[in-house]
C-alpha cells in the first residue's frame, strides 16, 4: 500500500484520464457532473419538501450536501468494486504494486466530488447560510471516509477479481443502502424500533461526519468513534485479507 502511494504520479494519470475519457469531445466537459448533481438536488428537493411537508429552505441544503456525500460513498464502493478488473491490461503486463488501482479509483471519485461539492456554497450563499469553524471537522471527516473507502475496495475488488457476480451485488446493495440511509430524510423523523437504521449504520455516521461540517452542524460524537471503530476494523480486515490474497489477483483476472 505504501509502495503504491509512491507511485502518485501514476495513479494521478490515470484517474485524471479517466475522467477526460469520459467526457471528451464535450464542450462542457467534467462540469456535466455538476450540471446532473445540480438538477437531481433541485428536483429531489422540490418534492420531497412537499411529501414531508419540510420548508424548502430547511431541507435543501441537507439534501444537497447528504447527495454530495453519498456520491463520493457509493461511488467508491461501486467502483472499488471493479478496480482490478478495470486494470486487467496493466495488472498482466506491468509489474505494478495492486494499491495503485485502489488509489486511481479513490483519486477518480474525488475529482468527482470536489465538481459536485461545488453546488453546496452556492445553495449556502442563496439561502443566507454563515459557515462556522465547524467546517474544518470536514477534514479529518475525508480522511477517515477515504481510509475506509480505500480499504473497503481493497477487499471488494480482490473478491471481486474471483467471483465476477459481485460488483453487480455491490451495486444492487447500495441502492437499498441508499434509501435506509438518512440522504432523503433526517434521523429525528425516525420513531421507536426504526431508529436502528441510523444507530447501526456505518453509512449513516459516515454522512453525519461529512455532512454536519458543511452545513455548519457540530457531528454528533457517536457518528466520530462509530466512523473510527468501522475505520479500524475494515483497515485491519483489508490488511489481512489483502496480503493474503494479493499474490493471487493476477491469476483470477
Known sequence: MIAG?????????????DIRLRYRRSRLGQFWLTISMAVTIITLAIVYSTIFAISLRDYLPMIAVSLIAWGLIAGICNEGAVAFIEGEAYIRSVPLPKSVFI???????????????????????????????????LIPAMFLTLLTGACVALILSTLSARFRDLPPIVSSFMQIAFFLSPIMWSAHQLRGQFQILTDWNPFAAFLDIMRNPILGVPPNPSSWWFALGVTAVTFAVAVIFFGRFRSRIAYYL
Not at 118 to 133: D, H, Q, S, T
Open 5 to 17: 502511494l509512491a507511485l502518485w504520479r501514476v495513479w494521478g494519470m490515470l484517474a485524471v484520464n
Open 103 to 137: 488509489y486511481r479509483i479513490i483519486l477518480r471519485n474525488l475529482i468527482t466530488f470536489g465538481h459536485n461539492v461545488i453546488i453546496a456554497p452556492v445553495v449556502m450563499v442563496l439561502l443566507g447560510i454563515v459557515p462556522n469553524w465547524n467546517l474544518l471537522l
